[in-house]
């Protein structure tokens, strides 16, 4: 049976640890050869579709010029009648419809 002194045990842990720090600092030093992973994001056709369907809202008017025009001559020319009924009728289901909800 061989006996070894302590301090071997010692020596021999310090030089494997001096060595991996020389080993980290070397890895450290060198240029990084891996290249470096970037976020990607894939949008279904469904999501796709509706970027498409907002590009076209957004390039449609949120007035109707000639709507407002067509209103506007009507009222000027005294000729723009009014449906008291349809509109007490309108006010009557809404407010119903509220009542509901």
């Excluded at 980290?24 to 469904?46: C, F, G, H, I």
């Excluded at 009507?74 to 349809?86: H, L, T």
């Amino acid at each position: 049976m061989e006996i070894t002194p302590k301090d071997s045990v010692n020596i021999e842990a310090y030089v494997n640890q001096v060595q991996d720090k020389e080993k980290a600092e070397a890895a450290s030093e060198q240029p990084e050869t891996q290249q470096t992973k970037t976020d990607t994001v894939a949008l279904s056709n469904a999501a796709k579709n509706i970027q498409e369907a907002q590009k076209q809202l957004e390039a449609i008017a949120d007035v109707r010029e000639d709507k407002v025009a067509q209103l506007k001559e009507q009222i000027e020319n005294g000729a723009y009648e009014i449906d008291e009924e349809k509109i007490a009728d309108k006010m009557l289901k809404d407010a119903l419809l509220n009542d509901l909800a």
